[in-house]
């Protein structure tokens, strides 16, 4: 009788550990359910963040909810810098503007083995919604400017496309660009006023633009962890009639650089393409940067167009120093309509262990008119606790282009001062906020607020 109590009190010690090894091994018997292996199947296939899965997929979701507020005089503009997309300065001319945008997205992304590697399928869809006022144009008729518009809020696919392969990937659907661009930004604090123009602040081309993805079929490939190569066919069925694409990147030890083609309008017997090049090379206590965009027939007007940006960086002890330079030639290869330059310089140095300060100046010289856009201004960062970060930065914009614009009416000053503050909290669990203020001399100014947060 005791060895038989013996027994079923060891039997009744023992009972759990196969609970607990599951546990730890990330299998758990449900009852009537079977075995679930989501940790197994997932990080097996290498898929970090929030995820569900079944023997042979996983599934990750990602997401978001962010909304803005933008408040103030800001929508009538008048152009300081006749750059590749116009520079601007917002006036206060009339009433007040605003725009209020609220946006959703969620990503599921589908991974599971295959006999050619890993597969893909990834949908991200979202919402936008927006509202905006015109403080210009209240008292108008019919006929004048609107003075609200409200955007759509239907839901829409961003992304939906199949992708296969490890090293070698092949994608097909709706997705981003493969061609590689980067190494063209300019080391100074206040960038340069061509290459800020840009969306994504480089040279040449914008990250959105509609010419490049969209629609596509097309390939990468990494070889040897150094070199990269892709290309195919993107924007297929839009206005721009295709885009070919072919990239080739380099990054190993303190040296990146990529040269990249584009063919634009594939249906179109009036094409036009494009090569960009950049390199970066960091060493220890200084790095060089340089970039430039050939555009052949730019403009389907049989001219060129070269954008070329050059930046050096330079740490000498507590100080970082920057000086960057621009070129953008208008023209044939070999006949020149005429030559934009740009010019920035910028000091970095520290004011505590948690407060930075930047002072720097660019300038603009339009190759058509002469006329010159400078900038001079300075900026504190400081951060607050691990939640809150503060900034501010003053400046002046001057020059033979502001002049001309006092004289023609649209500034009362020959130079506009500005002054701005920012503040960011980052309290953690993906959530985000910003608030930001803007005013300059010739009555411009703005009042942000952003939050958001995202789960992954």
């Not at 601007?88 to 009339?94: A, E, F, R, S």
């Not at 007040?96 to 990503?107: E, G, S, Y």
């Not at 740490?315 to 330079?325: D, I, K, P, Q, Y």
């Amino acid at each position: 009788m005791i060895n038989q109590r013996l027994f079923l009190l060891a039997c009744a010690l023992v009972a759990p550990a196969p609970f607990v090894a599951a546990q730890e091994f990330g299998v758990v018997q449900a009852q009537g359910l079977g075995v679930l292996q989501e940790l197994n199947t997932c990080d097996y296939l290498g898929v970090p963040g929030m995820t569900l899965a079944s023997d042979t997929h996983c599934l990750q979701l990602r997401g978001g909810v962010s909304y803005e507020l933008e408040l103030g005089q800001f929508r009538d503009e008048v152009v300081i810098a006749r750059t590749s997309h116009d520079t601007k300065l917002p006036v206060g001319l009339y009433g007040v503007d605003w725009n209020t945008k609220v946006k959703t997205w969620l990503k599921l992304v589908d991974v599971s083995e295959t006999d050619f590697g890993p597969s893909r399928a990834v949908i991200q869809i979202g919402t936008e919604e927006e509202q905006k006022f015109w403080g210009s144009a209240v008292g108008y008729t019919t006929d004048g400017p609107m003075a609200s518009s409200r955007g759509s809020n239907e839901l829409k696919i961003d992304e939906a496309f199949v992708e296969i392969g490890d090293a070698t990937k092949l994608m097909i659907g709706k997705k981003g660009s493969v061609a590689i661009f980067g190494n063209d930004r300019p080391f100074n604090y206040l960038g340069l006023f061509n290459t800020s123009s840009y969306e994504g602040g480089g040279v040449g081309i914008d990250n959105d633009s509609e010419k490049i993805g969209g629609h596509v079929v097309h390939a990468t490939s990494r070889l040897n962890n150094q070199w990269t190569i892709s290309g195919g066919i993107e924007a297929i069925g839009s206005d721009t009639g295709g885009t070919g694409v072919a990239s080739i990147a380099y990054n190993r030890d303190g040296l990146s650089g990529h040269l990249t083609g584009l063919l634009f309008d594939l249906s179109s017997a009036d094409r036009s393409w494009m090569l960009h090049s950049g390199a970066s090379a960091y060493f220890d206590g200084f790095s060089l940067r340089s970039a430039v965009a050939y555009h052949a027939n730019a403009k389907h007007d049989g001219i060129d167009r070269i954008d070329a940006m050059a930046s050096a960086e330079g740490r000498f002890r507590s100080l970082t120093f920057a000086v960057s330079s621009e070129l953008i030639h208008d023209g044939t290869l070999f006949a020149t309509n005429f030559i934009d330059y740009g010019f920035g310089a910028s000091v970095g140095f520290p004011l505590h262990r948690y407060v930075s300060g930047n002072v720097g100046t660019r300038a603009f010289i339009d190759g058509r008119t002469g006329l010159v856009t400078g900038q001079v201004a300075g900026q504190v960062n400081a951060v607050m606790t691990e939640v809150f970060a503060v900034g501010a930065e003053a400046g002046v914009y001057f020059g033979s282009k502001i002049a001309e614009q006092k004289v023609a009416g649209a500034f009362h000053n020959d130079v506009v001062g500005y002054v701005g503050a920012h503040v960011n909290v980052t309290p953690g669990g993906g959530v985000t906020g910003h608030l930001k203020g803007e005013f300059n001399t010739e009555g411009g100014y703005k009042l942000t607020v952003r939050a958001g947060k995202e789960f992954k």
